[in-house]
T-cell receptor
Framework: EPEVTQTPSHQVTQMGQEVILRCVPI?????FYWYRQILGQKVEFLVSFYNNEISEKSEIFDDQFSVERPDGSNFTLKIRSTKLEDSAMYFC????????????????FGPGTRLLVL | DQQVKQNSPSLSVQEGRISILNCDYTNSMFDYFLWYKKYPAEGPTFLISISSIKDKNEDGRFTVFLNKSAKHLSLHIVPSQPGDSAVYFCAANAAQGGSEKLVFGKGTKLTVNP
């Protein structure tokens, strides 16, 4: 069964450093998402991406964050200058069609990257 | 901002019995609801969903019920199995309102005892 994959599974970084989290969405999916879960808190939406541009973002997704689809398979989340509060599990998700035709599409999640900022 | 609430942080049931997980929401724009199951150190795994035009959706041992007037949904697992032990998240989406984001509840940890 096709699945979303994410690398690395764990990342430790120093405050102020840049990190890039990588995701390979399900191959025929067109919409891609990033979510995060800070320890003990809810899973929170960060950003959605379609047709090579951001389609929706949350207030969390400030100028420190960026997303990119550098090739036909990868989808990345970059945090330019990490802060202690960026420590969280970051989940990538994808859906087949997103809002095309306002169809309600299920989002499928990857296993996550645990980011620890020291 | 608690648009999706799961008021029971944990639930313990005996193997073979019914597990009922509850979820309430406040945003009347939500029109698509999903349940995800999550094991430690893994990502959320999709279980079952329901559109706001329905009041019930069934898939094997899993049934989701939606009460729009009460803004309440529930997930029934019958019969419960020890492998069902996990954290269950309720999530909602306002697709017809043009939003792609899923809004999650805090989760309910289900323990099924053998």
């Amino acid at each position: 069964e096709p699945e979303v994959t994410q690398t690395p599974s764990h990342q430790v970084t120093q405050m102020g450093q840049e990190v890039i989290l990588r995701c390979v969405p399900i191959s025929n999916h067109l919409y891609f998402y990033w979510y995060r879960q800070i320890l003990g808190q809810k899973v929170e939406f960060l950003v959605s991406f379609y047709n090579n541009e951001i389609s929706e973002k949350s207030e969390i997704f400030d100028d420190q964050f960026s997303v990119e689809r550098p090739d036909g398979s990868n989808f990345t989340l970059k945090i330019r200058s990490t802060k202690l509060e960026d420590s969280a599990m970051y989940f990538c998700a994808s859906s087949e069609d997103g809002l095309a035709g306002l169809v309600q599409e299920t989002q499928y999640f990857g296993p996550g990257t645990r980011l620890l900022v020291l | 901002d608690q648009q999706v609430k799961q008021n029971s942080p944990s639930l313990s049931v005996q193997e073979g019995r019914i597990s009922i997980l509850n979820c309430d929401y406040t945003n009347s724009m939500f029109d698509y609801f999903l349940w995800y199951k999550k094991y430690p150190a893994e990502g959320p795994t999709f279980l079952i969903s329901i559109s706001s035009i329905k009041d019930k959706n069934e898939d094997g041992r899993f049934t989701v019920f939606l009460n729009k007037s009460a803004k309440h949904l529930s997930l029934h697992i019958v019969p419960s199995q020890p492998g069902d032990s996990a954290v269950y998240f309720c999530a909602a989406n306002a697709a017809q309102g043009g939003s792609e984001k899923l809004v999650f509840g805090k989760g309910t940890k289900l323990t099924v005892n053998p």
